[in-house]
Nanobody, 124 residues
Framework: QGELVESGGGLVQAGGSLILSCAASGSTFGIYVMAWFRQAPGKEREFVAAINPDRSRTYYGDSVKERFSISRDNGMDTVYLQMNRLKPEDTAVYYC?????????????????WGQGTQVTVSS
């Protein structure tokens, strides 16, 4: 699938919104499960959201459900993360990831391809 490149991170006040994008190179984007994970300093990598190739299945981490929304545009080879009502505890580096399997969509070890990450900082 080639490279995954995240963009859209930045500094935002609590209660605000951001949209992250992950652009995938290659011509097989449409067969991959796509996901977002995040990692804050001193913390383990945390599952955020995932979406399967035909968009029939989505999953969200407990800490972000009802606030974040994942979507994908297979024609543009891009996955998005709409983040609303942001909280200071959402501050982290956000990573895009891709997997060939839908069996373990919330498990980080199931993802073989990762982007370099984009920093999201939420101030209070």
């Amino acid at each position: 699938q080639g490279e995954l490149v995240e963009s859209g991170g930045g500094l935002v006040q609590a209660g605000g919104s951001l949209i992250l994008s992950c652009a995938a190179s290659g011509s097989t984007f449409g067969i991959y499960v796509m996901a977002w994970f995040r990692q804050a300093p001193g913390k383990e990598r945390e599952f955020v959201a995932a979406i399967n190739p035909d968009r029939s299945r989505t999953y969200y981490g407990d800490s972000v459900k009802e606030r974040f929304s994942i979507s994908r545009d297979n024609g543009m080879d891009t996955v998005y993360l709409q983040m609303n009502r942001l909280k200071p505890e959402d501050t982290a580096v956000y990573y895009c990831a891709a997997s060939t399997s839908e069996k373990y969509m919330v498990q980080s070890w199931n993802y073989a391809s990762w982007g370099q990450g984009t920093q999201v900082t939420v101030s209070s």
